[in-house]
């Protein structure tokens, strides 16, 4: 083990004995035994009940092939999420052309809405029984969704596909893949989750390059299939090799438990993430239909997509290693401050430039990444290994809801402005700060104010 992996080892080690120890029957039994022996014999046994989890693989073919195979299912899943401003921008000039742009937003935030809520079961479903027959189920989902999609002409062939049919697929890979890396990694789990994650940043580069050409080339419903036929392949590479290696909790359970909800710092950080992700994905959305708006061509809109998500790969791996380090909410804190600077400090003042709104998406999208990648890292501190899928299923269902009423709302906002943005991107910088200040609660309620810069 190397010094980076005993220095996170040491910031990392402390959740998996707090919550047993006061389940555990056998602990204070064995501190009736008299002296010192007694009080040595305590410890043991409160943490022989989670012996398993206090070794992890950190490394080792099994388990970065489980990384790889989370890697290849979410270039599908997540490629398509930060995609979507390519969809809502061409259908708004194509197929959709009547419609206005919050009317049209509702596919996709019904898309992003199910992609996260579908975890309130999925993630329990993954704790108890394992990763295979949900990541089955998600490869069919989204490459059924797709094949529809491809044969859309109304606003509702387009719910039903893309929205419903597409998000809860998306869930059903999404959620088991985040988790099950989770089983193999704890020091150095910030790194490997990001380097899982930053293949949704790969696949927002391909997919919107890929689909700008083959839509003149080929049309429309040929360039669909093609993601289709994507998403079918990379999905079954992650079927063979995304597994989980922890044995179910004793009180696993496929069903959610809103329970969780009584621990304080939980709760906090699940507000913050729920303001983190409202106010994210309101530039993947809006930044094409932005451009256009400012005058730029529809080709430069179109390649903004893939530019954002060029910064994305970058900020959901290089930050994931050294957030084992200075810790997942320290990071994850810093990823929100530099999209707060990057909203108002680039795309408010410089977007109607060239140069400004291509530095705006290269920033934003190495800050978005980053906390995409980080975020579930940060839930990770609040429970057992064992209950990763749970806790973390909970907390993005809540999100699913940002996601289901963000992309409307700033529709709206930007309706109401005459088609401006300002005021948009100021009420985005605005939330991003409450989300910081949930977050920094959050983390002071677990450590205490006093200790509120430590890294964690």
Not at 162 to 168: E, K, Q, R, S, V
């Amino acid at each position: 083990m190397d010094v980076q992996q005993v220095n996170s080892r040491v910031i990392h080690e402390e959740p998996d004995t707090v919550y047993q120890a006061e389940a555990d029957g056998a602990a204070p039994a064995a501190a009736q035994q008299g002296g010192d022996g007694g009080q040595v014999e305590r410890q043991i046994t409160a943490l022989s009940s989670a012996s398993f989890e206090e070794t992890y693989p950190e490394g080792g073919w099994a388990a970065w092939l489980v990384v790889l195979g989370s890697f290849f299912a979410l270039f599908s899943a997540m490629g398509l999420m930060n995609s979507i401003a390519i969809f809502q921008a061409y259908t708004l000039d194509h197929q959709l052309k009547g419609y206005s742009e919050g009317t049209v937003g509702w596919i996709f935030s019904i898309y992003t809405f199910l992609a996260f809520f579908g975890g309130v079961y999925f993630g329990p479903i993954f704790d108890k029984y394992g990763p295979r027959w949900l990541t089955i189920s998600g490869a069919v989902c989204v490459t059924c969704a797709m094949v529809a999609m491809s044969f859309c002409t109304q606003l509702w062939h387009f719910i039903l596909s893309f929205g419903i049919l597409g998000g809860l697929g998306t869930s059903l890979i999404f959620t088991p893949c985040i988790a099950a890396v989770g089983h193999w990694f704890k020091a150095r789990r910030g790194f490997a989750t990001g380097i899982a994650t930053c293949a949704g940043g790969l696949g927002g580069i391909i997919f919107p390059l890929m689909l700008t050409d083959l839509f003149d080339r080929i049309g429309y419903g040929w360039a669909t299939r093609v993601v289709a036929l994507i998403c079918l392949v990379c999905s079954c590479i992650g079927i063979l090799l995304v597994r989980a290696r922890l044995p179910p909790a004793q009180n696993a359970t496929a069903h959610p438990d809103p329970r969780i909800f009584r621990q304080v710092p939980f709760t906090l950080a699940t507000v913050g993430i729920f303001l983190l992700e409202f106010s994210l994905f309101i530039p993947l959305a809006y930044i094409s239909t932005y451009a256009i708006h400012k005058g730029f061509s529809e080709a430069f809109a179109y390649h903004l997509i893939p530019i954002m998500n060029a910064g994305s790969v970058i900020g959901r791996s290089l930050p994931g290693y050294y957030s084992d380090v200075i810790g997942a909410f320290n990071t994850c804190l810093l990823s929100v401050a530099l999209s707060l600077v990057a909203c108002l400090c680039v795309w408010l003042p410089l977007g109607h430039t060239s140069a400004g709104i291509i530095i705006f998406s290269v920033l934003f999208g190495f800050a978005s990444g980053t906390s995409i990648a980080i975020a579930p890292v940060c839930i990770g501190r609040m429970c057992k290994t064992q209950e990763y899928g749970r806790y973390y299923a909970t907390t993005y269902t809540v999100v699913s809801f940002a996601c289901l009423i963000g992309i409307p709302i700033a529709g709206s906002i930007v309706q109401a402005n005459g088609g401006e943005y300002s005021q948009l991107i100021i009420f985005t910088g605005c939330i991003y700060v409450g989300s910081a200040a949930f977050l920094v609660w959050a983390k002071a309620a677990k450590l205490g104010w006093k200790s509120w810069l430590t890294a964690y």
